[in-house]
């Protein structure tokens, strides 16, 4: 069967629709042989009965991957015109074109066997209402989609290979330089300067938001590589919080060539799509680690203690520590509920934000034992005032409550707390 036998007068009776498309910038930029190829499908859709007008060409998909359909504006316009039965013929130059996902490929074959809408690219034209037709177009994208894996796993396989020989390259960070396929120093000596000053004023201050703001103080002046257009140089600028804490947990500055800290997962989107994500990896499970691998600027002793002691003052973790920090309450940072098993925490407010609000517990809000990460907990915060209202020992109530200015830790619980208590019917027959 020829192709003209396919096509009727129906199917010349709707648009022609030439789907376009190449994976990157690059191929654009330098296959120019296979954009003129697609391009050329406009005048064979001509040349098969319909008429220029009836022409649509679609390229605004250039650029854009076929693995998924998400940011591909174009296929979502075919596949909607197809559905409403506007589409007489789609001309693509081979399957891979218009789909590289089983799910995207016969979901627009299912469209266009019910619309009727032909399939036609450079080996023939394909009618997916005949079984057979749609047999071999259900074969041509699954052969798309396991092409794109094969290419995948070649060009993995060769990263890794480079990767364990130390030779992969990749962009380093602000104080190193390529040299050949040698990682050295900057040869910028006020480079190097300002790198080491980042890891003296941390191993000083403690903290990065304090090294930051020595760094301010001090009107500091801290290299940053933007790479695109501005790739090669350097732009000096404020160092910031996130800038410390790039340098502070990349091993590359202890003299270590690190390939895995971020592996990338699928997950699905709140709107139902899937989006793939990065992770930072822990460190145990880096894929490849060479040590001693080129010059840093600290030994890996020193890139560990910095890593525990950026873990230590961490406040939004439930193990106890942190940075000590001002105000004029005892043990911030290290006390925990004693029903809950949660961190306290202190809050200052007045005069400037000296006077500290001490942070309670007050009551669960059931009668069930407590789990160990509940956050059902409910915080009853009082200032310091001269005259204190009645005191209740921690031992007789439920509601157990923490203070360093109390004689036998116990601390009074606020009259609206204790209220609240009472109505959830924990306090039972006790008011405040």
């Not at 991957?65 to 506007?86: I, P, W, Y």
């Not at 749609?134 to 993995?156: D, N, Y």
């Not at 890139?303 to 439930?318: C, D, G, K, V």
Request: hydrophobic fraction near 35%; charge should be positive; glycine fraction near 10%.
């Amino acid at each position: 069967m020829t192709m003209t036998s396919k096509i009727s007068d129906r199917h010349l009776s709707r648009m022609a629709c030439v789907y376009i498309r190449q994976s990157t910038v690059a191929q654009v930029r330098f296959n120019q042989e296979s954009t003129e190829r697609q391009y050329n499908l406009a005048s064979k859709a001509q040349a098969l009965g319909w008429s220029p007008e009836q022409i649509r060409v679609l390229d605004r998909d250039l650029g854009q991957s076929g693995a998924r359909a998400t940011k591909r504006e174009d296929f979502k316009t075919l596949v909607s015109d197809v559905a409403m039965g506007n589409v007489g013929a789609i001309f693509s130059l081979e399957a891979s074109r218009l789909a590289r996902s089983n799910q995207d490929w016969h979901r627009l074959l299912e469209l266009c066997a019910i619309t009727s809408t032909l399939v036609i690219d450079e080996d023939g034209c394909y009618d997916p209402t005949e079984f057979n037709d749609g047999l071999v177009l259900g074969m041509k994208g699954t052969f798309a989609q396991a092409e794109l894996h094969i290419i995948r796993t070649r060009l993995h396989g060769g990263k890794l290979n480079k990767a364990h020989k130390g030779e992969l390259r990749f962009p380093l960070p602000v104080g190193f330089v390529w040299d050949g396929d040698s990682i050295v120093l900057d040869p910028d000596q006020e480079v190097q300067g300002a790198v080491r000053t980042v890891f003296e004023l941390f191993e000083k201050e403690g903290t990065a938001y304090a090294s930051c703001s020595a760094s301010t103080s001090w009107a500091c002046a801290f290299p940053a590589a933007p790479g695109g257009a501005w790739d090669g140089k350097l732009l000096w600028g404020r160092l910031t919080h996130s800038r410390v804490l790039g340098l502070l947990k990349n091993p590359s500055y202890a003299g270590r060539y690190v390939f895995g800290r971020y592996q990338s997962r699928k997950q699905i989107a709140p709107t139902g799509e899937i989006s793939t994500t990065s992770r930072l990896m822990p460190q145990e499970q880096w894929r490849i680690v060479i040590p001693d691998h080129h010059p840093g600027y600290i030994t890996w002793d020193r890139f560990l203690a910095n890593s525990q002691r950026m873990a230590a003052n961490r406040t939004n973790s439930e193990v106890l520590g942190g940075p000590a920090r001002e105000g004029l309450c005892l043990l911030q940072g290290m006390l925990v509920c004693g029903h809950y098993g949660r961190r306290l925490s202190v809050r200052y407010t007045g005069n400037g934000g000296i006077y500290p609000i001490r942070v309670q517990l007050a009551a669960a809000r059931s009668l069930d034992p407590p789990r160990p990460h509940d956050t059902s907990c409910q915080a009853a915060r009082r200032r310091h005032c001269r005259s204190p209202p009645r005191r209740r020992h921690a031992a007789d109530d439920p509601a157990r409550a923490y203070g360093t200015d109390q004689p036998g830790g116990a601390r009074p619980i606020h009259r609206r707390a204790m209220a609240a208590a009472d109505r959830a019917g924990t306090l039972r027959g006790r008011s405040g």
